[in-house]
Nanobody, 124 residues
Framework: QSQLVESGGGLVQPGGSLRLSCVAS????????IGWFRQAPGKEREGVSCISSSGINSNYADSVKGRFTISRNNDKNTVALQMNSLKPEDTAVYYC?????????????????WGQGTQVTVSS
């Protein structure tokens, strides 16, 4: 059974940092782009960042550029999202998802596999 599992969420003060991890099992990430999404209460899910299967290409939502960094380690079947300078508006449930090869779109329907999500709360 193929699955993605996120970890690393928690409560952090504004300006703090968290590092989220997405670990795959039953799925070889070498062939998959990995995207991070988030959904805040009462809001639609939005794409935050994506990294291609090769790791060569990545992109970020304007709201997180310069603060978040996505990386991958295919040997460990893991993708990380380093989040720095966190703001209260970053509070959400964060999900990782996988689709074949590229980061062409954040449209949810084209992402084949999803994790269960991890809560990130930024508050003083």
């Amino acid at each position: 059974q193929s699955q993605l599992v996120e970890s690393g969420g928690g409560l952090v003060q504004p300006g703090g940092s968290l590092r989220l991890s997405c670990v795959a099992s039953g799925l070889t990430l070498d062939y998959y782009a990995i995207g991070w999404f988030r959904q805040a209460p009462g809001k639609e899910r939005e794409g935050v960042s994506c990294i291609s299967s090769s790791g060569i290409n990545s992109n970020y939502a304007d709201s997180v550029k310069g603060r978040f960094t996505i990386s991958r380690n295919n040997d460990k079947n893991t993708v990380a999202l380093q989040m720095n300078s966190l703001k209260p508006e970053d509070t959400a449930v964060y999900y990782c998802a996988a689709r074949f090869r590229d980061c062409s779109s954040y449209k949810s329907s084209i992402w084949a596999y999803w994790g269960q999500g991890t809560q990130v709360t930024v508050s003083s």
